[in-house]
T-cell receptor, first 114, second 106 residues
Framework: AQTIHQWPVAEIKAVGSPLSLGCTIK??????LYWYWQATGGTLQQLFY??????VESVVQLNLSASRPKDDQFILSTEKLLLSHSGFYLC?????????????FGSGTRLTVL | GDKVKQSPSALSLQEGTNSALRCNFS?????VQWFLQNPRGSLINLFY???GTKENGRLKSAFDSKESYSTLHIRDAQLEDSGTYFC????????FGKGTSLTVIP
């Protein structure tokens, strides 16, 4: 069975400080990986996706970047946090290929920028 | 404008009653997914649909790609059904609606 693990569970950071959020998928090789951001009470906004190691497509950047250093790992980062980065960050995966669009989400990281 | 519009935005249901949620798509949608986000923030997969219907326990969903809408029917609502329901469509880029916040009242 596939498992998805996000870290950390929560972060409180200062404006201007760096950030790194991580996501690991076990039990599935070559998954498609996604980062989403959700403002409090808001919808899910797709930020990045990756279909293979080393390749990341940006959908909405929000002054963030993403990398996929390993097949099972997806990293979201920034060198300087803004107040607007506060929110809930969710990593998701799905099987590659058509007819397999079901997204499976991690438990998320709650980020507060002060 | 919003590519995926959900209605209603909020809903209160008496326990044991029925209701329906709706998603309208302004983009070509070939599949739809429904999720329930619980108070802790976890997103629970409810349905993945191609055009047609699916049923799971007290939940039933339908998707009409030609008319560009999907519905989620909740029968005999229970307290644990409370949360925010999202629909989404897409392939590599997924578009989510703004959600329906459901509160089930004892």
């Amino acid at each position: 069975a596939q498992t998805i693990h996000q870290w950390p569970v929560a972060e409180i950071k200062a404006v201007g400080s760096p950030l790194s959020l991580g996501c690991t998928i076990k039990g599935k090789s070559s998954p498609n990986l996604y980062w989403y951001w959700q403002a409090t009470g808001g919808t899910l906004q797709q930020l990045f996706y990756s279909i293979t190691v080393g390749q990341v497509e940006s959908v909405v950047q929000l002054n963030l970047s993403a990398s996929r250093p390993k097949d099972d790992q997806f990293i979201l980062s920034t060198e300087k946090l803004l107040l607007s980065h506060s929110g809930f960050y969710l990593c998701a995966w799905r099987f590659g290929g058509a007819g397999a669009e079901t997204l499976y989400f991690g438990s998320g990281t709650r980020l507060t920028v002060l | 404008g919003d590519k995926v519009k959900q209605s209603p935005s909020a809903l209160s249901l008496q326990e044991g009653t029925n209701s329906a949620l709706r998603c309208n798509f302004s983009i070509a949608a070939t599949t739809v997914q429904w999720f329930l986000q619980n108070p802790r923030g976890s997103l629970i997969n409810l349905f993945y649909l191609v055009p047609g219907t699916k049923e799971n326990g007290r939940l039933k969903s339908a998707f009409d790609s030609k008319e560009s809408y999907s519905t989620l029917h909740i029968r005999d609502a229970q307290l644990e059904d409370s949360g925010t329901y999202f629909c989404a469509t897409g392939y590599q880029n997924f578009y989510f609606g703004k959600g329906t916040s459901l509160t089930v009242i004892p």
